[in-house]
């Protein structure tokens, strides 16, 4: 059976802080991807990163970074220096190639000014 | 070039009726999904569609269905409304694994929200 928990419900940070978003998921299966979508209260689901299971190397992609342990099938999204304007739900969500996105209960970030 | 579009934004029923969710996938997609994202909760997948055959589908009951027309455009059918069904539908589409532009990556129209009273 395959698991996705975001263990964080909730997280409200002041602006210009980093935050980190926590991602486990459980499966037998040794290759997979690894999304994070971003929802702002429009409703849209936003792309936001895509990794395979089989490249653990971090990654920075602006003020985006990824850290990818597959020992610990845990795969945590920072944000720095936050901003108002990344207050949304952030989901993550692994699949198989070809097959449905599997998405977690989602972290709702709140950034104040 | 204009994104997925979702057609009616939003719409109220009452329990027992029929509901006809559409979908027009980003030019040149071939691939449409269905997710159902209840209020403070994931999406949930429901189906899948390329070459106007479904290709996957969710846990859900049979009153939910969909087809894809020749123009990849999608409908998704809700018979028997219940409660339960009031939701965000969201619309997703994607290139075929194989096609150029393939990545993976799902793209989501900003969803219909279903009322069932």
């Known amino acids: 059976a395959q698991k996705v928990t975001q263990a964080q419900t909730e997280i409200s940070v002041v602006e210009k802080e980093d935050v980190t978003l926590d991602c486990v998921y459980e499966?037998?299966?040794?290759?997979?991807?690894l999304f994070w979508y971003k929802q702002p209260p429009s409703g849209e689901l936003v792309f936001l990163i895509r990794?395979?299971?089989?490249?653990?190397q971090n990654e920075i992609s602006g003020r985006y970074s990824w850290n990818f342990q597959k020992s610990t099938s845990s795969f945590n999204f920072t944000i720095t220096a936050s901003q108002v304007v990344d207050s949304a739900v952030y989901f993550c969500?692994?699949?198989?190639?070809?097959?449905?996105?599997?998405f977690g209960k989602g972290t709702t970030l709140s950034v104040s000014s | 070039d204009a994104g997925v579009t979702q057609s009616p934004t939003h719409l109220i029923k009452t329990r027992g009726q029929h509901v006809t969710l559409r979908c027009s996938p980003i030019?040149?997609?071939?691939?449409v999904s269905w997710y159902q994202q209840v209020l403070g909760q994931g999406p949930q997948f429901i189906f899948q569609?390329?070459?106007?055959?479904?290709?996957g589908r969710g846990n859900f009951p049979d009153r939910f269905s969909a087809r894809q027309f020749p123009n990849y455009s999608s409908e998704l059918n809700v018979n028997a409304l219940l409660l339960g069904d009031s939701a965000l539908y969201l619309c997703?589409?994607?290139?075929?694994?194989?096609?150029?532009?393939?990545?993976?990556?799902?793209?989501f129209g900003e969803g219909s929200r279903l009322t069932v009273l």
């Open positions: 030019s040149g997609h071939k691939s």
């Open positions: 997703a589409s994607s290139p075929l694994r194989g096609d150029r532009g393939y990545t993976g990556e799902l793209f």
């Open positions: 969500a692994p699949n198989q190639a070809g097959t449905a996105l599997i």
């Open positions: 499966t037998r299966d040794t290759t997979y991807y």
């Open positions: 990794r395979n299971s089989f490249d653990e």
């Open positions: 569609y390329y070459e106007k055959e479904e290709r």
